[in-house]
């Protein structure tokens, strides 16, 4: 029986290297501790004002302090957007 031809492949040699660009993401990292924050003291807030009576977090706004509290958690839901 006849020997059948030997193909012979070519040697292998790796692509190029690239560059690769090296992309720097904007660093997010101090959204959710904001927004933690902003929760726990809007929280807090509406928390100390029932317990207090209406005296501690600021006497003179009144029942206003309840806005107050909401509007720091309305804070940190507008940090929440930013969360990538």
Known sequence: MPK???RKKADYTPPPVKQT???KL???GW???VMLAMFVLGLAWIVLFYVT???LPIKALGNWNI???FGFIAAGFGVSTQWK
Request: glycine share 12%.
């Open 4 to 6: 059948s031809r030997i």
């Open 21 to 23: 660009a090296v992309i």
């Open 26 to 28: 904007d660093s997010r």
């Open 31 to 33: 959204v959710a501790p």
């Open 53 to 55: 009576d209406g005296t």
């Open 67 to 69: 806005v107050v509290g």
